[in-house]
């Protein structure tokens, strides 16, 4: 994200210049004016930076520039200064939307540090607009599969052609591999997008309720039911199923979801009635079933209505291209969620990421991200990210920067150049960006206005 500007309006013209000259000494990039009619031009949905304006002005005043700011965005934090200042005046202020409310004379030091508050706020409210655009536009599903590997387009292809349809799928994973996501995947990107999408983790559910759970039943039905149930299955009505660790159901109730997924209906404990049913079936395992089938670990005919549709997802370890972008990716939304800087990741600690295993997956790889942004590391070390010690570090260290620069190259290539965008989409500062390209001796042809 680009330095912040501040927007500075008074028409005092000492104060006006005394109060910049403060704030710019403070580290702010500020833009001055005399009046409203010059900065409303400046003000934008996407404007980083937060407006300060006096209130009694000529013309416009403060109260009608900070309206409209605030119609062109309500999240855009103003703060209001005025030498005539009353409890009143500050209530009305605060209640039509001002970040902040200053009576003159007030140390330089305090606006500062109300300014340097805003802009933290204002920064979360604009990452936080990204996030939600890049989950809501056509590109969520490169957003929730991240990941450029073939192996991962594969993936993204895969669920891409099967979200339309309602045919049931497996998914086969290793934990943390991102399971529930590609199966929120398939029901978010298909038809069935309006309904619900009922998670059941088959390992979670004490066998002593799991069938009440998946079919309901009614009053009576057993000693302390003492009202009528929905059942999971029945809530999903319209929508999508999704079986976690379906190798962990017990055997006698594999029966009767085997009756359940040919026939598309159930009947509640307790009862006779045949419910139609009109639901998708995704069940996932990080078991081979069909071991488990001819061990008599799970039954051989549920086994086969389930694979006819198979999705396996690839652990972390045999797409470890993705690790940085992964890394990047996951790094802004801890941003977000923690309120923290993301700290600089040095390239030994990207080779550690590139070197590890990862037997937790995406999920262990979260984790770990989650202790960087947090600041649980120090050094070389940044929450157990050091690469390896040994003769085959100076290599591994290579080969990570040639990878990053072909990273880095390839994101060039793909914005058409554009400088901004390319840092944006790789989570780095513009500065973080010039500094690797001066590295790798990457060049770029961008016009200046792109900045």
């Not at 404990?269 to 799970?298: M, P, Q, Y």
């Not at 979260?366 to 947090?374: E, G, Q, S, T, Y």
């Amino acid at each position: 994200m680009d330095q912040a500007t501040v927007l500075f309006v008074d028409d005092e013209d000492e104060l006006r210049e005394a109060l910049a000259q403060g704030l710019e000494l403070a580290g702010h990039d500020v833009l001055a004016f005399a009046s409203a009619e010059e900065v409303t031009g400046k003000l934008a949905r996407n404007f980083y930076g937060v407006l300060v304006t006096d209130i009694r002005m000529p013309g416009t005043d403060g109260f009608a520039l900070m309206k409209t700011a605030l119609d062109i965005d309500p999240a855009l934090p103003v703060i209001l200064i005025t030498g005539h200042g009353d409890v009143p005046l500050a209530v009305e202020a605060m209640r039509g939307g001002a970040y902040d409310f200053m009576e003159k004379p007030f140390a330089v030091a305090r606006l500062t540090a109300a300014i340097e508050r805003a802009l933290h706020q204002r920064r979360l409210v604009l990452e936080n607009r990204v996030l939600r655009e890049q989950l809501g536009d056509s590109a969520s599903l490169a957003a929730r599969l991240v990941g450029r590997s073939g192996v991962i387009e594969r993936l993204r292809a895969t669920v891409h052609a099967l979200a339309d349809t309602d045919a049931d799928v497996l998914i086969l994973g290793e934990t943390g591999s991102g399971k529930e996501v590609v199966a929120r995947a398939l029901h978010d990107e298909g038809g069935r997008k309006s309904g619900p999408f009922v998670a059941l983790n088959c390992g979670a559910l004490p066998a002593d309720i799991i069938e009440s759970e998946l079919f309901g039943h009614e009053q009576g039905a057993f000693t302390g039911a003492t009202r009528q149930r929905i059942g999971k299955l029945e809530h999903a009505n319209g929508g999508t199923v999704f079986l976690d660790e379906i190798e962990s159901m017990p055997l006698e109730l594999q029966v009767k979801l085997l009756r359940v997924i040919e026939t598309r209906s159930i009947v509640r404990l307790g009862s006779n009635k045949e419910i139609a049913l009109d639901v998708r079936f995704i069940a996932a395992t990080k078991d081979d079933l069909e071991k488990a089938s001819e061990e008599h670990r799970f039954r051989q005919d549920l086994y086969y209505r389930l694979n006819v549709v198979t999705v396996a997802i690839p652990p972390l370890r045999d797409r470890r291209e993705d690790i940085p972008l992964l890394f990047h990716h996951l790094a802004r939304e801890a941003r977000a969620r923690y309120r923290r800087e993301i700290p600089d990741l040095e390239p030994e600690m990207l080779a550690g990421l590139m070197n590890r295993d990862w037997p937790g997956n995406v999920r262990e790889l979260r984790n770990v991200v989650d202790r960087f942004v947090l600041g649980l590391g120090t050094g070389g070390e940044a929450g157990g990210l050091a690469a390896p010690a040994g003769d085959g570090e100076a290599l591994l260290s290579t080969r990570v920067g040639d990878f990053e620069k072909a990273l880095i190259a390839a994101e060039l290539k793909r914005q058409g150049g554009s400088i901004k965008a390319t840092y944006e989409t790789l989570g780095l500062s513009r500065k973080a960006l010039y500094e690797k390209m001066k590295k790798y001796g990457l060049a770029r042809d961008v016009a200046e206005a792109d900045f």
